[in-house]
């Protein structure tokens, strides 16, 4: 059974840290593409970053506040978010998209086909 559960969200206050997992079950996550979405109320799911092996990428709304990594003993996904902002404050998401065959080139939630639950991330100013 191939699942994603996302966990580690919570409230925060502005310039604060989290660290947020993704513990995949079914597959390896070295063996795909591991993708961070968000999606806040009245916006758009947003791409945030991607890890397919050593390469690693990020939208530039994180870029340089985030860090996305992976455990392979633990087949888990991690984000590490620093210095954040009210404006960071969604849900935050896991996905992979239904293939091993690398991450898309834009952080396009429809290229992502497994998804997890789901974590919230509140941000407080």
């Known amino acids: 059974q191939v699942q994603l559960v996302e966990s580690g969200g919570g409230s925060v206050q502005d310039g604060g840290s989290l660290r947020l997992s993704c513990a995949a079950s079914?597959?390896?996550?070295?063996?795909?593409?591991m993708g961070w979405f968000r999606q806040a109320p009245g916006k758009e799911r947003e791409g945030i970053a991607t890890?397919?092996?050593?390469?690693?990428a990020y939208a530039r709304s994180v870029k340089g506040r985030f860090t996305i990594s992976e455990d392979l003993a633990e087949n888990t996904v991690y984000l590490q978010m620093d210095y954040l902002k009210p404006e960071d404050t969604a849900m935050y998401y896991c996905?992979?998209?239904?293939?091993?065959?690398?991450?898309?080139?834009?952080?396009?939630?429809?290229?992502?086909?497994?998804w997890g639950r789901g974590t919230q991330v509140t941000v407080s100013s």
């Open positions: 079914g597959f390896r996550v070295d063996d795909y593409c």
């Open positions: 996905a992979r998209p239904q293939l091993g065959r690398g991450c898309p080139a834009a952080f396009d939630p429809q290229f992502f086909n497994i």
């Open positions: 890890i397919d092996g050593g390469d690693s």
